[in-house]
């Protein structure tokens, strides 16, 4: 069983970087989306936190014999949440960056086409001022 001392220094803790979070939400530097899997966590373990007796019936009613193995599988869990939001981000980042790259080869194809339309009529003209 925790201390209440403990309680309040990891309570402290968590608040402390929920604040952080915040901060960096607030300041552009994490956006919302990828901020919210942290905070769910952050706010699930201030409930167990604020209530330790909570995690003895959850781990009981999961069928989890001792509360400290509730804990490593609440971490387990949240680490493949994490991987798991971080592969969809990295799959959509990879997507609009390959279309970006269409997008600026098209893009150098349209300006050499039209560069050597110029450089063509260009010499044209100066084809017929000789004439």
Known sequence: MMTFRLQVVIGLALLAVLAILVNMIRKRSLELKYALVWMLMLIALFIFDCAPTL???VSGLIGIYAPVNMIF???FCFSLLIIFSLT???SRLSNSIRTLDQMVALNEKRLQDLEKQLAQTEEKKS????S
């Open 88 to 90: 969809v981000a990295l």
């Open 127 to 130: 084809g017929d001022e000789e």
């Open 73 to 75: 599988f609440l971490g």
């Open 55 to 57: 995690l003895n019936v």
